[in-house]
């Protein structure tokens, strides 16, 4: 099934766009392996991010996320 969640959460600390760059650069291939899509925000020390895909693997990448602690206070504000 097809599932899709958006979040938004506050950064730990003060990302650079080199913090960002390699996070990304990382989170991209895997997502592409899981076939994952979505997008993301970081602005004003908060990120919100979307993540779609196949409804196991985008549960499991939420709770990896989750337990990130390059950000806190993840709040879900989508999940279908
Ligand atoms: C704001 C934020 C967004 C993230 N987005 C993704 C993502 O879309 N895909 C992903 O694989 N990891 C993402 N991560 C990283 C995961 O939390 C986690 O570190 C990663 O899945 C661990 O995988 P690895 O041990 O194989 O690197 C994100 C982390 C943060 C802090």
Do not use: W
């Not at 390699?22 to 908060?46: P, S």
């Not at 337990?67 to 206070?73: I, V, Y």
């Amino acid at each position: 099934m097809y599932y899709s969640v958006i979040y938004q959460s506050k950064a730990q600390y003060n990302f650079t766009s080199k913090d960002i760059e390699l996070m990304l650069m990382r989170a991209k291939q895997k997502n592409k392996k899981n076939n994952i899509t979505g997008c993301i925000v970081y602005a004003n020390d908060k990120f919100i991010q979307l993540i779609q895909g196949p409804k196991d693997a985008i549960l499991k990448l939420y709770d990896e996320i989750k337990a990130d602690d390059r950000h806190f206070d993840v709040v879900t504000l989508h999940n279908q």
